[in-house]
DNA sequence: CCCAAATTGGACTGGGTTGGTCCGATTCAA
DNA sequence: TTGAATCGGACCAACCCAGTCCAATTTGGG
């Protein structure tokens, strides 16, 4: 009932990439910088990522990855079942009649609520909606870069807006 | 994102155990042909059920499990978290300052968002409401069951109320 | 044409989890 | 005391997870 660390990286990595202007391409060892992940460990999230053609790459000197379709398109559900295939809470909980308690089993239906509940959030939420978000937290915490280069730094208490 | 075996095969027991007369006691044999799970693994899921006080248990002979509270307060949600811990679909989403991207990672909240999602549906499955719908379907599967051992079935596609 | 930059694709590993089996110890009722 | 029943592990194979590392390939530029 946990999500990857592969998982959340290509998440971190697609929030990212929407965050820029669109199509722009973008280092391995840059998008490494950004979200805190080992180079050689997020190279494997970035293959499936381009297998599920959500990135695309582009080899040689001045290559890199970009975002294969609009931001606003990929969902946050999309990232995650590409990167774990898609979400199934229960091994009876799929299409075709592979369980045969299905048609008894009184708690199957509650898992078929529970994985529809999920996956309206997650595809609910697209990459350009994250990204825009985290544009207004950037904002922040690049006053707070700009402050600490100059002056201490004090403002870690005023987020008052987890939310 | 998918609960394991365990937690399934609890969910059975408890089922199983909250559809029959309060305070009942079934020995493991009987749970095992119930739930169609092997003996010797259903004594684990047994155990941790019974370490989780959703169940007690009576040694020796007559001995057996029996709910240890009543139905009706025992939510899916309960049973899962006592087979596989609290539910945490990202390693960042906890109480306490665990994770220092918090507080600016846009991704957070929609994590937080799903698993409230989920919890709200898991905690509002009581055992007894899902006995009590398993009753429901018994009775159609008795019928059948009756008729099959008379007359063709194909009372089959009557049921039109999966919801 | 060749070099350097960059991705690609896979091998490899250590550790943990899953799903399952098996058995001796313990407890209790008859 | 004996047999029914749970208890509490040990044990196992197989798989997944997270991560590292490296050689091969592709590409742009001097």
Redesign the interface.
């Known amino acids: ?3 990857t ?1 592969a998982s ?1 990286y290509a ?2 990595v697609m ?1 990212h990439l929407a965050s820029l202007p669109p199509s722009s391409t973008v280092r391995q060892s840059e998008l490494s910088k950004a979200t ?1 992940v080992s180079g050689h460990f997020l190279s494997k999230v970035l293959q499936q990522l381009v297998r599920a053609r959500l990135i695309r790459s582009q080899r040689g000197a001045g290559g890199g990855y970009a975002l294969a379709a609009s931001a606003a398109g990929i969902s ?1 559900l999309d990232v ?1 079942e590409a990167m ?1 295939g898609p ?6 909980i799929e299409e075709g009649p592979s369980c045969d308690r299905k ?5 199957h ?3 078929a ?2 994985q529809a ?2 996956t ?3 595809g609910a ?1 697209s990459m350009a909606s ?2 825009a ?2 544009k207004g ?2 904002y ?2 690049h006053e707070k870069t700009v402050w600490i280069s100059g002056v201490p730094k004090k403002l870690k208490k005023k ?1 008052g807006r ?2």
């Open positions: 009932m946990q999500i660390r959340d998440v971190r929030i805190e946050l995650l774990e979400v199934r809470l229960n091994q009876c048609s008894w089993c009184p708690a239906q509650v898992w609520e529970a509940a999920i309206n959030v997650l939420a994250l990204a978000r985290a937290m950037s922040e915490l987020r987890t939310n």
